[in-house]
């Protein structure tokens, strides 16, 4: 293949040794970590470090695989930082000469010994991508490296027959092989299991949850200090999007009815947020302007939910799925938490008021004014009056997690809060934790319908807040009916009204804060809807 960037490679790193003996010799692991690297990772969309000083790279383990065609070298990288701290990587490697290359995507020219070529991301290979799977499909292991490639049984006997990028490279890079099964390979490495695919094998191996894609096989380095997961395989479900973007399109419908059937948003009947919902209970006026299907969607995906947490919550031999009761250690954990995020959030909004205006910016006030009563609605966790279970969850639960598959939903994606330690992740906390973060998802879709389209509606923006706050109770209470029905009678453990209620508060106040540090960072103008949500959790 032809590259277009021969131009500007002109002058390729030479190398005395071998392609297939390069990370033996110290000089090319000294060149590659500080001259190639450098300069090549910290244009990645998978480079988490954008925002802080990189000091340097360190090659700290490897491991080589080959192919009939090609060695390739799966590379583990520490990127050490000025502000004191560092973080890993996962990177295949490989070394083409111009005939070889798939791709135009280029580390570096180099030369191994007389032979020129590129030095490459491994995974624009196909003869790489193939190499994967067919490694998974017989669970190849390589004793030399502790290297583990395992199939899950819903593999099956499939051989290997085209593979693909998954739409644009993110934090992770996904693959998608024979139209049917999609490997993630996570870029970010931790040194233990990662929880996506430690979840995700266990609901479809020992649960056999069906509406979350299943595992098909994984990527695992056994190392001395732990597990490191470097990829995981599922099946690839058919969709139509997720419900993040299903939801924006429904709503819109909803908001354009208001001005189509004229209705006078203040004549609306109200609900108290929290108030459990049949369908039967809702008023056929909010069912003429909101539409019976929205509620019966909102109930589909509450069940699932449901069944989710069931099945996370439903092993008595698995510690790490016992379900488990409330002590002092996590009251511990959880306030500490909760009070460094805050007093994180509260800096943030301090340092970029300026940037506030309007109902932002009053709301900002108002939390500052506000700060030592939710500083102690954190504090006031009481573990002894908890009588519900904490078990494993999704942790990062929202819109955009879960793919629209005709009438029904597919839950995706297991890694937890992007901000937490994999530690942190890993730790059992309230399923009701997963309904807040969905909640607030809920709220986000009515707020970014209400803000992308400023002209469509002919209402005022406040007549329309006051119109989704209304909207936003009713589907929470259509979703609490389902779901707290279906895990009662899933014998999964979630306390009686009043401690239901209390967990809701404050896991949709620590979302509502977490959200806060992240708007006031990118989209200061989108503030006002975490901002918002504290206001009507607080009540202030």
Not at 245 to 255: A, R
Request: proline fraction near 3%; aromatic fraction near 14%; hydrophobic fraction near 40%.
């Amino acid at each position: 293949m032809k590259n277009d960037n021969q131009d500007t490679f002109a002058n390729p790193f030479v190398f005395k040794s071998e392609w297939k003996n390069a990370f033996t010799d110290e000089n090319f692991i000294k060149i590659f970590s500080s001259d190639i690297l450098e300069n090549y990772i910290i244009n990645k969309r998978w480079y988490g470090g954008k925002a802080s000083t990189l000091k340097y790279i360190e090659v700290i383990d490897h491991f080589k695989i080959t192919s009939s065609k090609n060695t390739y070298y799966g590379i583990l990288l520490e990127v050490n930082f000025k502000e004191a701290f560092f973080q890993h990587y996962f990177m295949p490697v490989a070394f083409m000469t111009n005939d070889e290359l798939d791709t135009n995507t280029i580390i570096a020219p180099a030369k191994f010994g007389p032979i020129d070529g590129y030095l490459v991301d491994a995974l624009h290979q196909d003869d790489f991508r193939k190499l994967l799977f067919d490694n998974i499909a017989c669970s190849k292991i390589y004793p030399d490296f502790n290297l583990i490639f395992h199939k899950g049984e819903f593999l099956g006997d499939a051989k290997y027959e085209s593979s693909k990028f998954m739409g644009l490279e993110q934090s992770n890079t996904s693959i998608i092989y024979n139209d049917k099964f999609v490997l993630k390979i996570f870029r970010r490495i931790y040194v233990a299991t990662n929880p996506d695919y430690e979840i995700s094998r266990f609901l479809t191996e020992k649960m056999h949850f069906e509406n979350s894609p299943a595992y098909t096989g994984s990527i695992n380095l056994a190392t001395n200090e732990g597990n490191i997961t470097l990829g995981l395989m599922q099946e690839l479900v058919p969709n139509q999007g997720d419900a993040w973007k299903y939801m924006l399109e429904h709503i819109d419908n909803v908001f354009e009815y208001l001005g189509r059937k004229k209705i006078k948003i203040d004549k609306l009947p109200k609900v108290e947020l929290f108030k459990r919902l049949k369908i039967n209970d809702i008023p056929h006026e909010i069912i003429n302007w909101a539409g019976l299907d929205l509620f019966l969607r909102v109930q589909t995906l509450a069940l699932r939910t449901a069944e989710m947490h069931i099945a996370l919550g439903s092993d008595s031999q698995d510690t790490a799925f016992t379900p488990t009761t409330y002590n002092g250690d996590y009251s511990v954990w959880l306030k500490n938490r909760m009070l460094y995020q805050f007093q994180n959030r509260l800096n943030i909004i301090e340092n970029t008021l300026h940037k506030l205006d309007g109902m932002a910016l009053d709301l900002a006030h108002q939390f500052l004014e506000n700060k030592k009563l939710i500083r102690k609605h954190f504090v006031d966790f009481d573990w002894t009056k908890m009588k519900s279970e904490r078990i494993r969850i999704h942790g990062d639960y929202h819109l955009g997690q879960v793919l629209v598959n005709g009438e029904d939903f597919y839950i995706l994606d297991f890694e937890g809060e992007p901000e937490s330690t994999i530690r942190d992740r890993k730790v059992k906390q309230p399923p009701l934790k997963d309904v807040a973060g969905m909640f607030r998802s809920f709220h986000y879709a009515i707020y970014a319908t209400i803000f992308n389209n400023p002209e469509k509606y002919p209402y005022t923006q406040d007549e329309l807040f006051k119109a989704g706050e209304l909207l936003f109770n009713y589907m929470v209470g259509a979703f609490l009916e389902t779901y707290v029905e279906t895990v009662q009678n899933g014998n999964l453990n979630i306390g009686y009204n009043h401690e239901i209620e209390f967990l809701l508060r404050y896991c949709l106040l620590e979302k509502a804060v977490y959200e806060l540090g992240y708007e006031l960072n990118s989209r200061p103008r989108w503030a006002v809807i975490p901002l918002r949500g504290i206001q009507s959790i607080m009540d202030y």
